[in-house]
């Protein structure tokens, strides 16, 4: 019955720090998806010709900071306008204004002003290119706002760590009191330490090992379920991250479990027969 008593205390404990574990790792991915969506346009200049424009293209999609790019030409460009703006400029320009340009998806570790500066500066310097155009102070502040997100998901992490260490610490140490006798006895009859701590530490691995997979079974479940409902939770809740939550589960179960009672087992062969009462 004990034993049951921590299992079940030890898979709640467990099963909170999953659910932060796998939010943690979830908000990164939103964080790179968010980053994604930026999109830097590099307009070319009015007299570049298309052949050297698909070039440029080619050699902009062999770039590592490119996630996607979109070829827009001239037409195209004047077409869009027409339809957000209801004016079609080259009917009184009689030529159309637009040039070729293209608009770039960045990947998500070079959507930073650092990174984003260098390759502004390398694009400029590019044949053809005229500009390039991107909201710097959107930039900014997504950056700003996902690092402060990034903080907060991980001091709660941090702190749930050292709770769940506390209230699994604390079960341990009483399954441990409740024996302190046979402790004693054991190491009275002239039991070494290490026989006296092995039926503990075997019974605390199971613990940790029974609790870990009772919570990952109910995390991973949970995503499951969610996802019969929308499965565009699982472009965020991505399998790598249910692998590293489950594994992160199953470690801090076992670790906590066994070190605590490597503790607490210790702590009570220190005692003399008249500190047990």
Same mark, same amino acid.
């Given at each position: 019955?004990?034993?049951?008593? &921590?299992?079940?205390?030890?898979? #709640?404990?467990?099963?909170?720090?999953?659910?932060?574990?796998?939010?943690?790792?979830?908000?990164?991915?939103?964080?790179?998806?968010? =980053?994604? &969506?930026?999109?830097?346009?590099?307009?070319?200049?009015?007299?570049?010709?298309?052949?050297?424009?698909?070039?440029?293209?080619?050699?902009?999609?062999?770039?590592?900071?490119?996630?996607?790019?979109?070829?827009?030409?001239?037409?195209?460009?004047l077409k869009e306008h027409v339809e957000?703006?209801?004016?079609?400029?080259?009917?009184?320009?009689?030529?159309?204004?637009?040039?070729?340009? #293209?608009?770039?998806? #960045?990947?998500?570790?070079?959507?930073?002003?650092?990174?984003?500066?260098?390759?502004?500066?390398?694009?400029?310097?590019?044949? +053809?290119?005229?500009? $390039?155009?991107?909201?710097?102070?959107?930039?900014?502040?997504?950056? =700003?706002?996902?690092?402060?997100?990034?903080?907060?998901?991980?001091?709660?992490?941090?702190?749930?760590?050292?709770?769940?260490?506390?209230?699994? &610490?604390?079960?341990?140490?009483? &399954?441990? +009191?409740?024996?302190?006798?046979?402790?004693?006895? #054991?190491?009275?009859?002239?039991?070494?330490?290490?026989?006296?701590? =092995?039926?503990?530490?075997?019974?605390?691995?199971?613990?940790?090992?029974?609790?870990?997979?009772?919570?990952?079974?109910?995390?991973?479940?949970?995503?499951?379920?969610?996802?019969?409902?929308?499965?565009?939770?699982?472009?965020?809740?991505?399998?790598?991250?249910?692998?590293?939550?489950?594994?992160? $589960?199953?470690?801090?179960g076992l670790l906590i479990t066994i $070190?605590?009672?490597?503790?607490?087992?210790?702590?009570?062969?220190?005692?003399?027969?008249?500190?047990?009462?």
């Amino acid at each position: 019955m004990q034993a049951f008593t &921590n299992t079940i205390s030890t898979t #709640m404990v467990l099963i909170l720090l999953g659910m932060v574990i796998l939010l943690t790792l979830t908000a990164h991915v939103i964080g790179d998806s968010v =980053r994604e &969506n930026l999109v830097v346009t590099v307009v070319l200049q009015e007299d570049t010709p298309i052949e050297e424009a698909q070039k440029l293209q080619k050699k902009l999609c062999a770039q590592p900071y490119v996630n996607s790019i979109d070829y827009v030409s001239k037409e195209q460009a004047l077409k869009e306008h027409v339809e957000s703006m209801g004016i079609d400029p080259s009917e009184f320009l009689e030529a159309n204004p637009f040039s070729i340009s #293209m608009e770039v998806g #960045m990947k998500a570790e070079y959507s930073k002003n650092d990174s984003l500066l260098w390759i502004e500066k390398e694009l400029k310097e590019t044949r +053809y290119v005229n500009d $390039v155009v991107y909201q710097k102070d959107l930039v900014e502040n997504l950056n =700003r706002n996902l690092t402060r997100a990034s903080l907060v998901l991980l001091g709660i992490a941090a702190l749930l760590v050292v709770v769940s260490l506390s209230l699994i &610490n604390s079960t341990v140490k009483l &399954n441990v +009191y409740n024996h302190r006798f046979i402790i004693h006895t #054991m190491k009275l009859v002239g039991a070494k330490w290490s026989y006296i701590r =092995r039926p503990f530490l075997v019974s605390s691995f199971w613990i940790g090992l029974v609790a870990a997979f009772l919570a990952d079974a109910v995390l991973v479940g949970l995503v499951m379920w969610a996802a019969t409902y929308d499965e565009a939770i699982l472009l965020y809740v991505t399998r790598p991250n249910l692998l590293i939550m489950t594994g992160c $589960v199953l470690a801090v179960g076992l670790l906590i479990t066994i $070190v605590c009672t490597y503790v607490s087992v210790t702590r009570q062969l220190y005692k003399k027969a008249g500190e047990l009462y």
